[in-house]
């Protein structure tokens, strides 16, 4: 299997050869901004054209942010995307949901456009039987989420360069509607505290992936 993603025959290897009665998951992890929804995207056709079905799908922790509501009653908001500001029981059972269920399972996204979750938007079908689940946290140590790397079946580390993440964020804060030094700001108060929490436990990932795109050449 000729591809740019060199883990991914290891992958799906591992996955030929793994129990079907249960899910495979597959944890795409990195710092905010390290392109792990992109590689999630694009990742499910490639899977789905090599066995010729579709058998692969994606989910995002990022759908188990709290609601901006509740963050402001817990005055964390301005703390918005680190660990503590996501409903990490929800997202563990949905996990162990994934594992355990032969039947649709329903899940949240976070919409861009509105800076919240919205219920069940994404539908992973009984066909699914490979889901690839991005977050920053997946490998974390941090209690709770400790927990959650023995539910994945394997995990990708996916590396990104300080100033091409740097960049990155301030693109996305702005186009939330953030001026350039309120971006920045936002960065260096959550996404780089965070970013360092992340990288401590990538040791812990299957493989490291450092996407082309992601340095500066």
Avoid at 127 to 156: A, K, M, Q
Avoid at 189 to 199: G, K
Wanted: charged share 20%; with cysteine; hydrophobic share 40%.
């Amino acid at each position: 299997m000729k591809t740019e993603f060199p883990f991914l025959p290891a992958v799906l290897q591992k996955f030929s050869n793994t129990d079907r009665a249960s899910r495979f998951l597959v944890g795409i992890v990195g710092a905010p901004a390290s392109g792990k929804s992109y590689l999630s995207e694009v990742l499910p056709p490639i899977v789905n054209a090599h066995f010729g079905q579709e058998i692969a799908t994606s989910m995002a922790m990022d759908g188990y942010h709290y609601y901006n509501e509740q963050l402001r009653e817990k005055g964390i908001f301005p703390h918005k995307g680190s660990h503590f500001t996501f409903d990490v029981q929800a997202f563990t059972e949905k996990l162990v949901e994934l594992k355990e269920s032969r039947n649709p399972v329903s899940c949240p996204i976070y919409d861009r456009s509105i800076h919240d979750p919205t219920p069940d938007a994404n539908v992973i079908l009984p066909s699914h039987r490979l889901v690839f689940v991005e977050g920053n946290y997946l490998l974390s140590r941090v209690f709770p989420w400790i927990t959650l790397r023995f539910l994945l079946d394997v995990c990708i580390f996916v590396e990104v360069e300080a100033e091409v993440q740097f960049q990155r964020l301030l693109t996305r804060h702005m186009a939330g509607g953030q001026s350039e030094q309120e971006a920045a700001a936002k960065a260096r108060r959550t996404d780089l505290p965070n970013t360092e929490l992340v990288v401590q436990d990538k040791h812990r990932a299957d493989h490291v992936f450092f996407p082309v795109a992601n340095r500066m050449i």
